[in-house]
């Protein structure tokens, strides 16, 4: 039964779970914060993140609300194609990572981590394209409540990122250092969230 006009609500918790385990700039731009400027630094990073996601969110959410609107079975078909669009990051996730330096070469001013916070999480397009592919797959189009629906996963979104990252600030230069001197950490965390992608959006799929 939906709650709040969200369908399988723990499958999209341990969704937003996974996605916030995964290391990507955000995580290491917190963990640079952190290393840098002590819990101050990182939580004033973590804000910044945080607002970021909240702006590229609610975008997302405007062309959502729009599907919603237009034609009932244009937004089955949106369903459909995000479930694809978990199954084919999960394959990527799966897949060797390209060599590239851009993860562990974040680089902050001190004094200006809420700002470049902000700014790393709204330059990167993926991740409207994301909201835009994820939040439909847990709507329930007869039963759901409008912005309330959309405000209700926002919050739970917000509030596991806030808790999730605190626990990263807490042990931040441990965690940073076995993730950035051990990149075997990271390519064991990028397969496990690739198979549990790949199997929310098959699972997602065939149900819908």
């Not at 039963?143 to 990122?161: E, K, P, S, Y």
């Not at 931040?172 to 959006?201: K, S, T």
Request: hydrophobic residues 55%.
């Amino acid at each position: 039964m939906p709650w709040m006009g969200i369908q399988d609500l723990w499958t999209f918790v341990a969704a937003v779970l996974v996605f916030l385990a995964l290391p990507g700039p955000g995580t290491f731009t917190l963990l640079t914060a952190t290393g840098r400027g002590g819990v101050r630094g990182g939580y004033t990073a973590l804000f910044g993140l945080l607002l970021g996601d909240q702006i590229l969110m609610w975008l997302a959410v405007a062309g959502v609300a729009a599907l919603l609107k237009a034609n009932p079975l244009v937004f089955h078909a949106v369903q459909y194609l995000g479930a694809a669009y978990l199954v084919w990051i999960g394959i990527g996730l799966l897949r060797p990572p390209r060599p590239q330096g851009e993860e562990g070469g974040i680089r902050l001013t001190p004094g200006h981590y809420f700002r470049q916070a902000v700014l790393i999480n709204l330059l990167n397009p993926k991740a409207i394209i994301f909201y835009m592919a994820f939040l439909p797959l847990f709507i329930d189009p007869a039963r759901h409540q409008g912005v309330v629906t959309f405000a209700t996963m926002a919050l739970i979104i917000f509030v596991m990122g806030l808790a999730y990252c605190s626990v990263l600030i807490g042990v931040g230069n441990l965690l940073r250092r076995r993730i950035l001197q051990h990149p075997r950490v990271g390519l064991w965390l990028r397969r496990v969230a690739g198979v549990f992608l790949v199997g929310f959006g098959v699972r997602l799929g065939v149900s819908g």
